[in-house]
């Protein structure tokens, strides 16, 4: 997903010719310059992954792991032709709504990913919602020093290390709000609090990054910024709350009816 921001914030989208899935190098393979290498590696990456999510898919079922690391798995394996297909349109037309639409698919895949990873964390009793809460606080300041076209020019680095940063803000929010939703019994009301501070803020920052590659007009800027600003409240709010002193939640190894 970054090296697709860099490719396109750096104009080597329409590369290799503006071909799909060839390039314009050695047989029609291989790029034949760098703009065309960074397209042309972004694509490999690209197929690199999916295969990868396929491969970890099939390794799920096959090792019984619970149902909701499985389906999680299953609903990224699933949107990736998708993925492909968009992937091939923002090249042969290069349309805005088809590359945000590639955005919000790869954003879906990378989400599904984000709870297989977590909820298998959780079926080992190992759940990390102090560290998860701790990484978003330490995030969303750079993302708001990072804003689109507010304090320091959005070009090509800048975005690569907005959206770096981003995900992984996101990813981690994604986590706590995963594992906060596990707590039962006498550890509901205290994770109770902390998930209603983190789900929203999640949602805000995945907004924040699908939108952030069309923030142009003054006006969208300033409201880019004030979702920003509105995360990193609820964030804040997330660490204190965490900081107060949360019960140890009782999650332990889930068996496959869970």
């Known amino acids: 997903m970054v090296l697709g921001v860099y490719t396109a914030a750096a104009g080597a989208g329409l590369t290799c010719a503006g071909r799909w899935p060839f390039c314009d190098g050695f047989l029609g393979l291989f790029p034949a310059n760098w703009g065309s290498f960074i397209e042309w590696f972004h694509r490999l990456v690209a197929m690199i992954t999916g295969f990868v999510i396929l491969g970890t898919t099939i390794k799920a079922w096959r090792e019984g792991v619970s149902k909701r690391v499985r389906y999680a798995l299953v609903v990224a394996t699933a ?17 805005w709504v088809i590359l945000t639409a590639h955005y919000v698919v790869a954003t879906s895949i990378f989400t599904a990913v984000v709870a297989a990873a977590a909820w298998g964390l959780s079926d080992r009793g190992i ?9 978003a606080l330490v995030g969303m300041p750079i993302m708001l020093v990072l804003a689109p076209h507010m304090f320091v020019s959005f070009g090509p680095l800048t975005q690569t290390i907005y959206y770096v940063v981003g995900l992984a803000t996101y990813g981690s929010l994604v986590a706590a709000t995963l594992w906060a939703s596990t707590a039962h019994g006498a ?7 902390l998930k209603y501070a983190l789900a929203p803020a999640s949602g805000i920052v995945v907004a924040l990054l699908i939108a952030g590659r069309q923030v142009y007009l003054p006006s ?6 004030g979702g920003t600003l509105i995360a990193l409240v609820l964030v804040v709010g997330a660490t204190v709350i965490v900081r107060s002193g949360l019960p140890v939640p009782q999650t332990g190894v889930r068996n496959d009816a869970d």
Do not use: C
Not at 80 to 87: A, R, S, T
Not at 128 to 135: E, H, P, S, W
């Open 79 to 95: 949107i990736l032709p998708f993925q492909i297909v968009l992937g091939a349109l923002t090249v042969t037309e290069y349309e």
């Open 220 to 225: 969208l800027q300033l409201a880019h910024l």
């Open 127 to 135: 759940p990390r919602t102090a560290d998860a809460v701790k990484l």
């Open 187 to 193: 550890q509901a009301d205290s994770y109770g609090r």
